[in-house]
């Protein structure tokens, strides 16, 4: 057996499955500039991007208030208490 053989087969881990796949039309990425609760309440102070490709999918969420990249040392000690 090679090391290969040991490995787990990730894409089937994720739940990749090639025969189920998204529509061209929905492949691309987005950034959502709010979010509209079911009370009413509106969030508009995350930053969201969506990745869609044909398979997988990536919600990268950066909270309000986050020091921008590349901020110092001490101002990422302060965001951290």
Avoid at 58 to 78: N, Q, S, Y
Wanted: glycine share 8%.
């Amino acid at each position: 057996m090679n090391a290969d053989e040991t490995r787990p087969d990730w894409p089937s881990a994720l739940g990749f499955n090639p025969a189920r796949h998204v529509p061209d039309w929905l492949v691309g990425a987005w950034r959502r500039t709010a979010l509209r609760r079911g009370d009413g309440t509106v969030d508009d102070s995350s930053d969201v991007l969506w990745i869609q490709t044909r398979n997988l999918f990536v919600d990268v969420r950066i909270a309000a208030g986050r020091p921008a990249a590349g901020a110092d040392d001490a101002t990422l000690a302060a965001q951290m208490g």
